[in-house]
């Protein structure tokens, strides 16, 4: 499976914390079935004020690691990027990492507040598109507006957002809420993939081989193909793998 969401990286944000905590989360991703995997720190003005340089840094460290230990996983990095009026300067300046292209379209990791969907964020999304940017939500699901108003998916789908859903949300892992509403965007077919998120072992470890199952018992295994393999490899073919 191809992984495009995770915070492996050592130091950057609330994910990984060291090189060692790297290596695991590198392994258990592994054991879920996992074998190209994107690294999307956080990009978050005032929170984790990361920049494609410190990216960069941590991923080679990360890389050098991993392949010094002979974990069978292929890496390349992005960023998940917070929703702010600071990407507009981000992408004229060229600073942000993309997690990859569809449809001829740079495909940007789009974080929107757990809490609520912001004023302002069609216009946002209306300029990233006219920028020929594809923006991607990513865990739609445990955000508080659309669990209350799940019509709000759609208005996002309409503006022309894509979502990828987070795997420990079929499996159970987040609130009831959460769940519901990952399993209704699947069933309607809103989920562009599915992606693992993985922040730690212990509450936020690697999800995709368990959530694959499920969805492939649920939707059918074409589907599931879909959503953990073909689009996700679609997206990232013309990134360079380490």
Excluded at 151 to 164: A, M
Aim: glycine share 4%; aromatic share 6%; net charge negative.
């Amino acid at each position: 499976m191809v992984d495009l969401h995770s915070h492996i990286l050592p130091g950057l944000d609330d994910g990984a914390r060291t090189i060692d905590e790297t290596i695991a989360l590198a392994k258990q991703s592994v054991q879920e079935g996992v074998t190209h995997m994107v690294c999307t720190p956080h990009v978050h003005p005032s929170v984790f004020d990361n920049t494609e340089s410190t990216i960069q840094e941590a991923f080679e460290a990360a890389v050098d690691a991993i392949h010094q230990h002979n974990i069978p996983l292929k890496m390349a990095y992005a960023a998940e990027v917070r929703l702010s009026i600071e990407i507009i300067e981000w992408i004229q300046a060229k600073s942000i990492p993309f997690l990859g292209s569809l449809d001829n379209k740079k495909v940007l990791l789009l974080e929107l507040p757990h809490s609520h969907i912001p004023a302002g964020t069609d216009n946002l999304v209306n300029w990233l598109t006219n920028q020929g940017i594809q923006p991607v939500i990513p865990h739609p699901e445990r955000n508080r507006e659309i669990m209350a108003n799940y019509e709000k998916v759609r208005w996002l789908k309409n503006l022309g957002c894509l979502f990828q859903m987070t795997a420990g949300a079929v499996t159970g892992r987040f609130r009831k809420e959460s769940e519901d509403i990952a399993w209704r965007m699947l069933e309607d077919d809103l989920v562009t993939y599915v992606a693992s998120d993985l922040h730690n072992l212990h509450k936020r470890p690697n999800d995709m081989g368990t959530a694959y199952k499920k969805v492939k018992e649920v939707i059918g295994q074409t589907k599931a193909q879909m959503l953990f393999q073909n689009v996700p490899a679609h997206i990232t073919q013309s990134k360079a793998w380490y």
